[in-house]
């Protein structure tokens, strides 16, 4: 059988209910109503005005370590490989077979040290905590370094295959030169995404941070294509690499 109660009912229940309390619980749960029934309307207000399906939606940074952005940078490795740099009326000489075992070894190198670097980075203690200039700082920086670090590394591997020091760094120079426009957009960007405050989480900012260092790197392919295009033939003379 269904009872049905008034409200002057359910208050009797409760308060029976209530009477068989030792005197401190009462008081603590009376205390407790009248501050929720004081303070009723801030506090409905607090609740409204907070993101309610991002408490419950749990977002492991983690996660953003099986971004496709590292696939993206093991695609292009794997694309370069397999490119034909020359045009119709490039002649089969040396200096094509040279110019382009140095820009496969340069993409190689670059795109295993931007994923090992890029993930050093996302596995930082406290990331999720970062406020917009420490994510802006902390990425510059990185970015920085890893440039700094294939370079380097490639500066090394041509010099050890009998490339003179400065044809070494004319070569990685000349590559450089022509993503300065792409790097500065991205740089752009990359500010204009830390302090946006659209973003409800610093996992959204870094997923926007990865969806365009993965755009970044897609273009490489078609940069290096001009990159060849414009270092001289002074690479011709070199007819036995290690």
């Known amino acids: 059988m269904k009872i049905l109660l008034t409200a002057d009912g ?25 501050f929720f029934w004081v303070f009723k309307k ?3 207000a607090k609740i409204g005005s907070m993101k ?3 408490m419950f939606k749990k977002k492991k940074m983690d996660r953003l370590l099986m971004h496709d952005f590292f696939m993206v940078c093991d695609d292009i490795s794997n694309k370069v490989k397999t490119m034909d740099f020359r045009e ?8 094509y077979h040279i110019k382009t075992k140095l820009l496969r070894i340069l ?11 890029v993930i050093i ?3 930082q203690e406290g990331i999720d905590k970062f406020d917009s200039n420490e994510i802006k700082f902390k990425f510059k920086t990185t970015l920085g370094a890893l440039v700094d670090r294939y370079n380097q590394d490639c500066y090394k591997i041509f010099i050890e295959m009998g490339i003179s020091h400065e044809d070494a760094w004319y070569f990685i120079n000349r590559y450089e030169a022509y993503r300065t426009d792409c790097i500065e957009g991205f740089v752009d960007r990359l500010d204009s995404i ?22 970044a790197m897609a273009i ?12 001289n033939g002074r690479f011709k003379k070199y007819d036995n690499l290690n």
Do not use: H, W
Not at 107 to 117: A, G
Not at 220 to 231: A, E, F, G, H
């Open 42 to 44: 801030g506090i409905a």
């Open 220 to 231: 490489i392919p078609r940069d290096i294509m001009s990159v060849y295009t414009l270092i």
């Open 88 to 95: 119709d009326d490039d002649p089969d000489d040396n200096r």
């Open 121 to 123: 980075f996302l596995k």
């Open 52 to 54: 309610i399906p991002n």
């Open 107 to 117: 993409i190689e190198r670059k795109m295993e040290v931007v994923k090992e670097d």
């Open 194 to 215: 830390a302090t946006n405050q659209d973003y409800s989480s610093n996992f959204d900012k870094l997923i926007a941070i990865l969806e365009l260092c993965s755009l």
């Open 10 to 34: 359910v208050v009797q229940e409760i308060v029976k209910a209530a009477s068989g309390l030792p005197s401190v619980m009462l008081f603590t749960l009376l205390l407790t109503v009248f």
